[in-house]
């Protein structure tokens, strides 16, 4: 499949699952607009694209505990484009201590800033670009800890709460968006493997049933979402934990 039609927007893309997402969307056509907390780690994401040939790449700064950054970076993109295809939602402070009096004040209101609130915010900003898109689709990085239920993670307490608070805001998103045309979709992997795009290591990755889930699969079940004709709502992705 290809993605020379789609213009994509991807936060926290300055490593990690970010980068993967928009050097593998990148590579198969997509426009890419990134944003990372600071311009340099965006624009280190953006020239490795571009050496890899396709130069519709775009590098923004944007902290997601900032309205304004956020903002922004919203204005920004719009400067280069009228409409966007795909927002994805990837970014969101990880925490780590099952001891809720493990982190700092500051710790937690970042986590949870982060998280739930940068993630309604890339959201409402981003909204008129969506909407002028024939077809737009939000794509939501939730994580198991959004799960009710779910405890397996060492993730700290307040990590849990930034990902309840996104499940809570996609799952009312995507009932009052479909009637404008917006799909929403959210995945909620557990702890996953994320090798390098970018060497072997990516087709040497174990994915056998017995294996932990890979960086590849969730990049085909966003690719697999995006690409469904517009009758085809696939509102969530969950996975079994090994």
Request: proline share 5%; aromatic share 8%; hydrophobic share 40%.
């Amino acid at each position: 499949m290809r993605f020379d039609d789609h213009r994509v927007v991807i936060t926290a893309a300055g490593r990690d699952f970010g980068r993967t997402l928009a050097i593998r969307l990148a590579d198969l056509g997509a426009e890419v607009y990134l944003s990372a907390r600071t311009l340099a780690a965006a624009e280190r994401v953006r020239d490795e694209i571009r050496g890899r040939g396709n130069q519709r790449v775009h590098a923004f700064a944007c902290d997601l505990t900032d309205p304004a950054s956020i903002r922004g970076f919203a204005a920004g993109v719009g400067r280069h484009t009228g409409h966007i295809d795909v927002l994805i939602n990837n970014g969101s402070r990880y925490l780590a201590g099952p001891d809720l009096l493990s982190a700092s004040d500051a710790d937690v209101v970042d986590t949870i800033a982060s998280g739930a609130t940068g993630t309604v915010l890339t959201v409402k900003h981003f909204l008129p670009l969506l909407l002028n898109s024939a077809q737009p689709d939000v794509v939501t990085m939730v994580s198991a800890c959004g799960t009710p239920g779910h405890h397996r993670s060492d993730a700290h307490d307040s990590f849990y709460a930034a990902k309840g608070a996104q499940a809570g805001f996609v799952d009312i998103l995507s009932k009052r968006l479909r009637p404008r045309g917006v799909r929403v979709i959210s995945l909620y992997p557990p702890d996953f493997d994320n090798p390098d795009p970018l060497t072997e290591e990516w087709e040497t990755t174990p994915r056998g049933a017995e294996d932990a889930l890979t960086a590849q699969s969730l990049v085909d079940c966003v690719l697999f979402a995006v690409s469904q004709p517009r009758d085809c709502f696939i509102k969530a992705f969950h996975f079994e934990q090994v």
